[in-house]
């Protein structure tokens, strides 16, 4: 006799869920739930959700590699961002993935110097080398979407808060100027971001388009790269400007990074927020709660315009559509009477 334990018995191997069984759970056919898996559009929603839910009681895990090898498809989408040290390339990189992963792809992610011309050649020439679907922009320079497409032999690109999304920074900038006017503001200046942006350019244009609804003009403008330091480096011009009598009373400011940084730089030079000037910011990052003071802003829904850009790119119909930009009214703005 030895000391040596009998080896232990296997466990049972789990069984493999296929089409098979999900067909037979959802009481349609295997072919039903391939143009599920495949977004066939004869698909009735019905059935549809009826083929989801089996594939959740089941624990179905589609196997997109096998998937792809039947098609022509990679079942990947590209993503070419840069300055994803920011705030808002940094969401809208989380919510494209994820309403990619929510469509059934892949997701290649490549980083790019949006400046540099070559560093964004290489970057497109890394996701065209792993056969992507389709590429996804995130925070690269206006104009870039017609340049790749050209270099990107016929494979769909689009750019997110391009297009349909374009209208909604817009509508949502409208919204800051609306909101200063109804505090009895009539001397509001801009605080922007780099011109060669899809977000500026929809941002300046809405702001500009809604004071001429108010029959008023942009007082002052001062322009910034996104960052917190590009507010506060600015902000000794701003302090001058508030100080003449027909200086700004208010100051719209295209990021909430950027108005956190002039708050900041006013506090030094002696000017009150919002006694003396109201600052309103864009995005609502999660800090613009905790500025000192709390900081008015605009929220914008980025999942929403991430799914539509995975929507576009694939030719698919939008799971939802983009809502109404809202205005987060906190502490940084006041009525003109208090300032």
Known sequence: MTDAQPPETAPAARQKVGVREVAAVAGVSAQTVSRVLNNHPSIRDETRQRVLGAMTTLNYRVNNAARALGTRESRTLGIVASDTALYGPAVGIAAVEAAARTAGRWVAT??????????????????????????????????????????????????????????????????????????????????????????????????????????????????????????AECAAEVATAVRHSDGPTAIVVANDQMALGLITGLREAGVRVPEDLSIIGFDDNPDAAYYRPALTTIRVDVVAEASRCVADVLGLAASASLQVPVLIERDSTASRDRS
Request: charge should be negative; aromatic fraction near 4%; hydrophobic fraction near 45%.
């Open 110 to 231: 490549t980083y790019a110097d949006a400046t540099d011309e070559a560093s964004v050649d290489d970057a497109l020439n890394h996701l065209l080398g792993q056969g992507v679907d389709g590429i996804v922009l995130v925070a690269l320079r206006a104009g870039a979407r017609h340049v790749l497409e050209e270099r990107a032999a016929g494979i769909p690109v689009v750019e997110l808060h391009g297009g349909a999304g374009q209208q909604v920074q817009h509508d949502a900038a409208a919204l800051t100027v609306e909101h200063l006017v109804s505090l009895g503001h009539r001397r509001i200046a801009r605080l922007g971001g780099p011109v060669s942006w899809v977000e500026e350019s929809a941002r300046a244009a809405g702001f500009t388009a809604a004071l001429a609804t108010h029959g008023l003009t942009c007082v002052r403008e001062w322009r910034g790269n996104w960052a917190a330091a590009d507010g």
